[in-house]
């Protein structure tokens, strides 16, 4: 039992990326810290670096693709051990696989879903009760600007990421005056291992693209709107209006301008 009056933060793709980044932020703003993923070794350097900060953090060397009761019952035991309701999750380990469906290995769809979209649903509906019985407590999604439009070439991923959208707008408004905030944060193509563990580091989204913006600009701005108990945002001015012109296009032009961006590559 962890005997602290510093908050806790469970955050999810700790090992690396954005979400390494949101960890290391929320070590500086004060936090202790869940990380979970399933490089071992990522977490712990992550965790090394959020001890400069202060930050007490436990690694849970987890693979998020498995069993939705092992992951409830990995959750529960170490939230047991440390006796602490979280004040924050953050939902941010997630891939995606490029090329055409049909295909795509069966088992990578399998674990695009599994991780995506059914390990962020178990996480959240986990620590919910405990954060609306306190009255407190912020979860911070990771979606993507792929969440608004058809995915030709990346389609389980864009389509995850819509229900990403979908289900944290929606708990935003249930979450109303329970003292609970969830936040979805969308971002562009960013540096991170995405697009090489997606098969996509050749794509025009990705290279050369000199917009491309960093794993701690997003972290910030991600934690900033969390912060303020803001629905949804998305980073950079450039991801803003192209998320806002892609929800003005008829949808299947904008699933064939999508299709220009990823070509089949398998
Ligand atoms: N980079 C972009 O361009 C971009 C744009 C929009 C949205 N996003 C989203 O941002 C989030 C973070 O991605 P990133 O860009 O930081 O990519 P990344 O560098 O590849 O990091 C992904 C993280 O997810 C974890 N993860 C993947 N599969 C997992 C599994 N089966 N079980 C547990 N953890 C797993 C990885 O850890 P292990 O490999 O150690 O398990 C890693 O820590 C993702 O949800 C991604 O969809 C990224």
């Known amino acids: 039992m962890t005997t602290t009056t ?3 933060a469970i955050v999810t793709g700790a090992s690396g990326g954005i979400g390494r980044e949101i960890a290391l932020a929320l070590a500086t703003r004060g936090y202790d810290l869940l990380l ?3 490089n071992a070794s990522g977490l712990a350097r992550t965790a090394e670096a959020a001890g400069a900060a202060g930050a ?3 690694c849970l060397p987890l693979d998020l693709s498995g069993p ?3 992951i409830r019952a990995n959750l529960q035991a170490a939230l047991d051990a440390d ?3 979280p004040a924050v999750l953050v939902n941010n380990a997630g891939f995606g696989i490029a090329g055409r469906f049909d295909r795509i290995d069966p088992a990578a769809i399998d674990g695009q879903i599994a991780v995506d979209i059914a390990a962020l649903t178990i996480l959240t509906r986990a620590v919910l009760p405990a954060m609306v019985a306190a009255g407190r407590g912020r979860v911070l999604n990771l ?3 792929a969440a608004f439009v058809p995915g030709p070439g990346l389609a389980v991923y864009y389509a995850a990421k819509a229900y990403v959208v979908s289900l944290g707008r929606a708990l935003a408004v249930e ?6 905030t969830v936040t979805t944060l969308c971002p562009g193509p960013t540096r991170t291992g995405f697009a090489e563990r997606a098969g996509m580091a050749g794509s025009r989204l990705f290279s050369g693209n000199p917009g491309l ?3 701690g600009q997003v972290a910030r701005i991600g934690l900033e709107a969390t912060f303020a108990g803001r629905p949804l945002v998305v980073p950079g001015r450039a991801n803003r209006l192209g998320a806002i012109l892609s929800r003005l296009a008829p949808p299947q032009l904008a699933a064939r301008m999508v299709k220009r961006l990823h070509p089949d590559q398998s």
């Open 175 to 180: 979450m109303a005056g329970t003292g609970v």
């Open 36 to 38: 979970i993923a399933r």
């Open 56 to 58: 007490r953090s436990h």
């Open 68 to 70: 939705a009761d092992a």
């Open 143 to 145: 979606a993507s600007t």
């Open 213 to 215: 913006m960093t794993a």
């Open 83 to 85: 006796g602490r309701v």
């Open 6 to 8: 510093r908050p806790l």
